[in-house]
């Protein structure tokens, strides 16, 4: 039996890792391979590694982990979590694991607005971050693709930023096609402006129908109902990263820092539970 299992093999999932690692605690990392910014070529807002490659980020935490023996990193899906006598069952296709806590760190998936050409540009010179990618933009004219009452603060916001900044339905948005520098939105109206980039609302939902058999608690986000420490409705079963969201947020903070920051509190939550067990 496993002290933990952590399912994810993103920021959260990794530093989790870490952390149960420097603790010299028997756990098992499962890494489906999917990742909710594996679109992205430069991570931005990272103290001492903004701009780097996140498929570079993940590479070097996998090496970093590796210097603790006992943490192993399996490549490999969860398809079911279940709870029973105390014991927390994770089965894959490789077979059924026992854990006394499970970490879950599975990210989230985007659905975008069905805009033609918008997905071709998501994660470069389509994003939903100011914090994460507004700088790359900057003296050059932006849009904000965005019909909710955010639209005028996330306008707001990029003001310093951007030359100009263009606030557009996206029903308004005929198609998108990528230029040299940016993008050309095509309108109904039969305008056709150019922007260095597009920030866009996707709906975001928990990735893992594995995960409906916990009958875990939900914020009115969609998003897993946390305490600050990743603690989910369910004993054992801990929450971190972009699925998570505690009480005293408005909603799931998409961050890397805050996903590392996430991961290692639960981690750190895990073996104080083992400790007074």
Do not use: K
């Amino acid at each position: 039996m496993y002290d933990a299992i952590i399912i994810g093999g993103g920021p959260a999932g990794l530093q989790a890792g870490l952390t149960l690692g420097r603790m010299h605690r028997r756990t098992l990392l499962l890494d489906s391979g999917e990742y909710r910014n594996a679109t992205v070529r430069h991570a931005h807002n990272l103290l001492t590694n903004d701009g780097r490659d996140p498929a570079e980020l993940r590479r070097i935490a996998r090496a970093e982990i590796a210097a603790y023996d006992t943490v192993e990193i399996r490549d490999a899906a969860a398809t079911d979590v279940s709870r029973a006598d105390g014991v927390l069952t994770v089965e894959t296709a490789g077979g059924r694991l026992s854990a006394h806590a499970v970490i879950l760190a599975t990210g989230v998936t985007d659905e975008l607005p069905s805009i033609p050409g918008l997905a071709a540009h998501w994660g470069d010179t389509v994003a939903n971050c100011p914090f994460c990618h507004g700088h790359e933009f900057a003296g050059r004219p932006v849009a904000v693709v965005n019909a909710s009452p955010h639209a005028a603060v996330l306008a707001r916001m990029l003001e310093p930023v951007a030359s100009e900044v263009l606030v557009i339905d996206p029903a308004a948005v005929r198609e998108v096609v990528g230029i040299d520098g940016g993008l050309r939105l095509h309108l109904l109206d039969g305008s056709a402006p150019e922007v260095a980039g597009a920030f866009v609302a996707p709906t975001s939902s928990v990735r893992g129908g594995f995960l409906d058999g916990l009958n875990l608690m939900r914020q009115d986000s969609g998003a897993l109902r946390t305490d600050p420490f990743g603690r989910t409705s369910v004993e054992g079963v801990y929450a971190v990263g972009d699925i998570a969201q505690p009480d005293h947020l408005p909603g799931p903070l998409f961050s890397l820092a805050a996903a590392i920051a996430g991961g290692q509190l639960a981690a750190v939550a895990v073996v104080q539970s083992l400790v007074m067990d």
